[in-house]
């Protein structure tokens, strides 16, 4: 009873889990527990990282030009978040579903639709961008003391498909491949 439970069909008996469960929950767990670690040391490495850049940063640049690039930076970061809309959570949901219900061609789609969305809403926002920090420069007569917000719109694309990569990658089971090359 409890096996039907757990599976997605009724009257359908996990094969796996009807063997021997105990070992199964203690495997699942020592892969889920290995994951997590790992994904925690790189989170560790990555936030020392980017405080050394930062610091770094700050002592090489004068204190305006740090505030702008630390705006511009903030700013590309909060617009990608934006131009990623939810995909990176939506594939860590669909991709395994998919998988699971037996239609890997669902699951090519959800990833498929999910880079579509992230590059045309990164694209949309950076030429949003783009547009007020023209029309800010162009009504001052400096585009220079805009150059930050023009930089921001450069990042945004990259960033947002960075986060939904790593996600497409974590929801495949990928965890190493997936967070290092983005986070370090």
Known sequence: MWRELISREPGRVLSSMAKNPVSDIGSVLKTGLSKSLISLVIKVATAGLTYLMFVALSRAMGEEAYGLFAFGFSLATMLSIGASMGQQTAILRFWPEDEVAGQPEKARNAVRSGWALVLIAGLALSLILVLVAGVLGWIEGNMWAYAHLFAAALLVLPMAGAEY??????????????????DI
């Open 165 to 182: 990569g790593s996600s497409v990658l974590r929801s495949q089971g990928s965890v190493w491949s997936a967070l290092v090359p983005r």
